[in-house]
């Protein structure tokens, strides 16, 4: 799906430039930078704290400051369990939430019925901690709700741990930089487009697609545009 099909594209594709630029000019040298970004390399350039280690440690496991992550998580068993429009919501709202209590950036969003995608930027926060605190409230929220009406749903999340709502495991996810980010932000305003949830981006009110198109009517939380001057030049 091109920008043509929204009802601003400039301004869709002027907000792709300034995302790009911003990762550009913080982190010049990994721009550009396809896949895995070397973790050794960023933590001998951080300040030695007392949490230095665990910072290391985590480092080396997922984290990269200085990229963007493009984040996939689906609902236990590939289950529609996003179907329903007042728990789209209520994940939106903690999306914002979280995401500002613990100054992750987040650079665009898609709710599916079963998955989300979901790019992120934190200089600070590490994904691990994030993800935790995003997923697991959330998932307990809904499930004791769905508790509370017995939903017959239930049935089919039981565990021997008890009702699941995540799919266990980390599902995709990726450090992306450059051209990359940019081609993962498309794809997460089209996946609705592509599995015929809606005509374009902006028809589905359950991404950033309307963020960026500066619509008055966009959920979620602010994107980051302005953290640094824009750049015509970044993304022709
Ligand atoms: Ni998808």
């Not at 992750?104 to 930027?121: E, Q, R, T, Y």
Request: include cysteine.
């Amino acid at each position: 799906m091109s920008c043509s099909s929204l009802a601003k594209g400039d301004s869709y594709s002027g907000r792709l430039q300034d995302l790009g630029q911003i990762l550009f000019r913080r982190y010049p040298k990994t721009a550009g930078c396809h896949g895995r970004y070397s973790a050794r390399a960023v933590v001998r350039d951080t300040p030695f704290d007392q949490n230095h280690l665990v910072i290391r440690k985590r480092l080396q496991r997922h984290d990269a400051p200085g990229t963007a992550r493009f984040l996939t998580f689906s609902c236990y068993q590939r289950y529609p369990l996003f179907g329903n429009d007042a728990i789209k919501a209520e994940f939106v709202d903690r999306l914002e939430r979280v995401s500002t209590e613990l100054a992750v950036a987040v650079l665009a969003w898609v709710i599916m019925p079963n998955h989300i995608h979901l790019i992120v930027f934190s200089e600070t926060t590490a994904i691990d901690d994030y993800l935790h605190k995003l997923k697991g409230p959330f998932s307990q929220f809904v499930l004791r709700r769905w508790r509370a009406l017995g939903a017959p749903i239930l049935h089919r999340l039981q565990t021997p741990d008890g009702h699941r709502f995540w799919q266990a495991g980390g599902g995709y996810d990726r450090n992306v930089m450059g051209e990359e980010l940019l081609e993962k932000v498309r794809y997460c305003h089209n996946n609705p487009v592509k599995h015929g949830l809606a005509d374009t981006t902006v028809d589905w009110p359950w991404s950033s697609a309307r963020r960026y198109d500066e619509r008055d009517d966009a959920l979620g939380p602010a994107i980051a545009f302005d953290l640094v001057p824009r750049s015509r030049r970044w993304f022709t």
